[in-house]
């Protein structure tokens, strides 16, 4: 049994965020550091830690995060100039929550995808 994290708090509503979106599948709420102007977290409400444990049971809920991406990325009307979607895996990735997690981030030009 994976080890729950504080994102499955944030879905249960017991820990306060600014909760942007959520139903049967997926949950989004705002990044607590934004690194951008909109920097929104789309997670699966079933706990998987990392892409590595991903099995195609859960593709209705990976394929409603990019939905649910799609829909907040017009909300927020960053949808014409552009943005990031950002899922990393494990240590080289930079994970630092494993309960899997699209970023979804814009509002200004992102540079280059990789920092050399
Ligand atoms: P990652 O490095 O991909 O695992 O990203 C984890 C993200 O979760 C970071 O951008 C954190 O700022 C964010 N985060 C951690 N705790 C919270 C929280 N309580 N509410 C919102 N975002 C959080």
Request: one cysteine or more; a negative charge.
């Amino acid at each position: 049994m994976a080890e729950e994290t504080i994102f499955s708090k944030i879905i249960r509503k017991e820990i306060p965020t600014e909760l942007l979106y959520q139903d049967d599948l997926v949950t989004a709420f705002r990044d607590i550091h934004p690194r951008t102007p909109t920097h929104i977290l789309i997670v699966p409400n079933v706990l998987i830690p990392t892409v590595n444990d991903v099995e195609p049971e859960h593709e209705a809920a990976l394929g409603r995060m990019f939905t649910v991406a799609r829909k907040l990325a017009a909300k927020e009307g960053i949808n014409d100039d552009g943005y990031r979607l950002i899922v990393n895996c494990n240590r080289h990735g930079g994970q630092e929550v494993y309960h899997i997690h699209m970023h979804l981030v814009g509002g200004q030009p992102l540079g280059a995808m990789l920092a050399r």
